[in-house]
């Protein structure tokens, strides 16, 4: 037989008691027929019982840290409020957080299901929140059983914040060693590029400032009175630099950033291999939609920050027209550099095909520009195509062993070799093919799989495959017969594949680079078909491999040359 003993199980449990004491009589103690015998060992209480889930605990905001009833004041961000807490039951349900303005009623508040051992949250975002106000929250636990927890924080006072949301002004940067740059582009850093300096950051109210050069890591220096000065900042490369730099309160407002822009001489060294700045890594030529010739000085691993003007006469006057881009025709140069071509100062030098046909040499400035009244006419041999009909030059440093430059072109159908420049003319121009160049392009002529011989690179525009030609060694060490890069039947093993996907469509411009991470193996700029971004390649020896990063997110789909 069974008993509903609810009312005292239910009224010892409210109580604490440690036991309870329950008793059975017989329907009658008068008469003699009625049984009054149990078994006393087979009576069982059984009992479903269901406890509140314990208070929470370890309750934060992020920023503001641990819970105070006193209150602390935070900027105005999006704000995160956890808690964690049990049942000792096994069935908690979730966290409901409570967070509503100083002189209102609290809310039912928000139940948070989605726990992490026992810790939940939720975000305030910062567009509900109003400067100069406070703001209180609190958290309860809740089990599947509807019983719930006391509210933390113990007590009868909530957590308390107040906002902040008064961010110090722009920080203002001096430095007189990296002087500001001048829109002429005249002025540059008292120092030369692998030397340090020091700049002061200064905003009313700040605790302290965030800084960095370009794309690299932030760093932080703490402010006294709203100053700071840094005194080992190291550009990472020569030509233009922006030092961008953030003041930041005591509660976390952060300024709104300051970017110092600088010119850094380059060091008095040559140039490397693609290099403008005497930095040793490889710059990027432009010619923008109007026509400017303008330098990205390149970063290591291949990123690309920051531009300059690239020309100007000796007047001072920048980008002078008729030399990059003629609008009447809607013409660009074809531009290549690869090293100093002449007169041997260590700066590298710019080959460009001009809107009107002609063929010059530019000579640099070892400052990443150009003087356009000194360039050179360059000369060719008899039988070179003519420079108007060119649709790409490529820039290839010495291939033959001379140790004169090289250049190889297109000109329609045909693929040609200039060699031997000698700061006048080139001695010697090889047609390498003359029927099937029209949607191919020359990528690059150089050591590709590292074997010491100068190897073609080249993809085909229509079926986008990448091709690697290897070639066979010259007569000279380090150089490469020619013939053997002219068919691929000529070559070590025939055309490799070398990578897919590079259609005419999908990029819209290559530019082939001496190595910029370290594995000896030439590099890739490539523009997006998709986007216009920029992106940077790091091939093996036998693939191009995807994209690494993508080295500037601007859209640069109306560039009209690269080199």
Same mark, same amino acid.
């Given at each position: ?90 069935n908690l349900k979730g966290l409901r957080f409570r967070f509503w303005k100083a002189g209102t009623s609290a ?66 940067v001096e430095s007189e060693v990296f002087t500001a740059a001048t829109s002429d582009g005249a002025t540059w ?22 800084? $960095? ?294 990029? $819209? ?55």
């Amino acid at each position: 037989m069974s008993f509903n003993v609810k009312d005292a199980a239910q009224k010892g449990a409210k109580n604490g008691w440690s036991n309870i004491t329950l008793g059975l009589r017989a329907t009658t103690e008068t008469s003699t027929y009625t049984w009054r015998k149990f078994r006393a060992s087979t009576a069982t209480l059984t009992v479903d019982y269901n406890r509140k889930p314990k208070e929470p605990t370890d309750g934060t905001m992020t920023p503001g840290g641990a819970c105070t009833t006193s209150g602390r004041t935070v900027a105005k961000t999006n704000l995160v409020i956890s808690a964690r807490s049990s049942d000792p039951d096994g069935n908690l349900k979730g966290l409901r957080f409570r967070f509503w303005k100083a002189g209102t009623s609290a809310p039912s508040g928000t139940l948070d299901t989605t726990l992490s051992s026992g810790r939940g949250s939720i975000t305030i975002p910062s567009t509900t929140l109003a400067d100069k106000t406070s703001y209180y929250w609190d958290v309860r636990a809740e089990d599947s059983e509807g019983a719930v927890s006391t509210f933390f924080p113990p007590g009868t006072k909530p957590c308390r914040i107040t906002i902040d949301a008064s961010a110090p002004p722009a920080p203002t940067v001096e430095s007189e060693v990296f002087t500001a740059a001048t829109s002429d582009g005249a002025t540059w850093a008292n120092m030369t590029f692998g030397e340090s300096g020091s700049a002061t950051f200064s905003s009313a109210g700040a605790t302290k400032f965030k800084y $960095t050069f370009s794309s690299q890591s932030y760093k932080t220096v703490t402010a006294s009175s709203g100053k700071a000065t840094v005194s080992n900042l190291k550009p990472p490369h020569s030509g233009p630099i922006y030092l961008h730099v953030y003041a930041y309160d005591a509660v976390g407002n952060r300024s709104e950033r300051t970017d110092y822009h600088f010119y850094v001489p380059p060091r008095s060294e040559a140039d490397g291999p693609g290099d403008l700045g005497g930095d040793g890594r490889p710059d990027l030529l432009t010619i923008y939609p109007s026509g400017e010739l303008r330098g990205l000085p390149g970063h290591p691993e291949g990123e690309l920050y920051g531009t300059m003007a690239a020309s100007y006469n000796s007047k001072g006057t920048l980008n002078q027209p008729g030399h990059w881009y003629d609008p009447d025709t809607g013409k660009a140069a074809l531009i290549a550099k690869y090293a100093d071509t002449y007169p041997g100062d260590g700066a590298t030098d710019l080959f460009a095909r001009t809107p009107d046909g002609g063929f010059w040499l530019y000579p640099g400035d070892g400052y990443g520009s150009f003087n356009v009244d000194k360039r050179l006419r360059v000369l060719l041999p008899s039988n070179a195509p003519d420079p108007a009909g060119w649709t790409q030059i490529k820039a290839v440093g010495d291939v033959t062993g001379d140790k004169l430059p090289d250049l190889a072109l297109r000109a329609g159908k045909e693929y040609w070799m200039l060699t031997g420049y000698t700061g006048a003319s080139f001695q010697k121009a090889t047609l390498m093919q003359h029927t099937a160049w029209a949607t191919r392009e020359v990528v690059n002529v150089a050591d590709i799989d590292l074997d010491g011989t100068p190897d073609l690179l080249w993809r085909n525009l229509e079926n986008g495959n990448m091709y690697l030609r290897h070639g066979k060694p010259g007569a000279k060490a380090g150089s490469v017969d020619l013939q053997s890069l002219r068919l691929s039947v000529n070559s070590r093993d025939g055309d490799q594949k070398y990578g897919s996907n590079w259609t005419a469509t999908n990029i $819209t411009a290559i530019i082939a680079i001496p190595d910029v991470n370290g594995d000896r193996i030439p590099d890739l700029w490539a523009r997006s078909g998709k986007d216009g971004t920029m992106r940077v390649y790091h091939p093996s020896k036998t693939n191009t491999n995807a994209h690494v990063k993508t080295v500037l997110s601007v859209d640069w789909s109306g560039i009209r040359a690269f080199g």
